[in-house]
């Protein structure tokens, strides 16, 4: 169900993001022309197909069980090479600043921006491997665009809190808020997904589907003709 689902995404993003965070610490910025650059893309690549592998293991018990058929190599191959993709795409932008801070509009909408293109990066990949379910695969990765989005926005906004907070510098009041956004960072793409999941849920499946006491599940199954 939809618990399900967004467990297996937040166990995913955390494993996947922890270990890509680890793998990049110390890396030095994507500057064009510097000495270490190619070295600083290939651990960002290396770290972001670790990110989107762990991701996309996350994924593929609960798809699996909501389309019936979905390839496991083909699924975390796609996964491994959008996250790599994003990543670098993202500690690149990173390193080519300065950007515009004059406003925190200004900030947001970078962060949304920016959340968009790397979830749509991933999510494009992603689709590749859904080509056997056009329905899902055309939204995918609008889906995980606007989930990536709000998630990183949730994330600037917890960023916010602490430093506009009542008690600021306050460890228990910090922990709690990068506690709440961060948990509603790694949700958002996860309840994006999933409805798309609803909308391309094979009839029978056993992704959303409720029995109720007249036998009929809800949400409604639409068969396809």
């Given at each position: ?133 056009p329905d899902v ?49 790694l949700s958002a ?37």
């Open positions: 169900g939809t618990l399900g689902w967004t467990g297996a995404m937040v166990v995913g993003e955390v494993i996947g993001l922890g270990v890509a965070t680890a793998l990049t610490v110390g890396v030095g910025p994507l500057t064009p022309g510097s000495s270490d650059a190619q070295v600083s893309v290939v651990l960002s690549a290396v770290a972001g197909a670790m990110a989107g592998t762990c991701i996309g293991a996350g994924q593929w018990p609960v798809l699996r069980r909501a389309f019936g058929e979905l390839d496991l190599g083909a699924w975390i191959l796609a996964s491994a090479l959008g996250g790599a993709i994003a990543w670098v795409l993202g500690t690149t932008a990173a390193a080519s600043g300065p950007y515009d801070v004059s406003s925190l509009w200004a900030v947001a909408f970078a962060v949304a921006l920016s959340g968009f293109v790397l979830g749509a990066s991933l999510g494009v990949l992603q689709a590749s491997a859904l080509s056997h379910r695969a055309k939204r995918w990765p609008v889906a995980n665009g606007i989930g990536w989005a709000l998630g990183l926005l949730f994330a600037y906004v917890g960023v916010l809190g602490t430093v506009f907070s009542p008690w600021p510098g306050s460890p228990p009041c910090t922990a709690l808020i990068m506690l709440i956004s961060g948990a509603a960072m793409p996860a309840l994006t997904m999933g409805f798309v999941l609803r909308a391309g849920q094979d009839p029978g499946a056993r992704f959303w589907s409720k029995s109720r006491a007249d036998g009929a599940s809800w949400p409604p199954v639409h068969h396809r003709t």
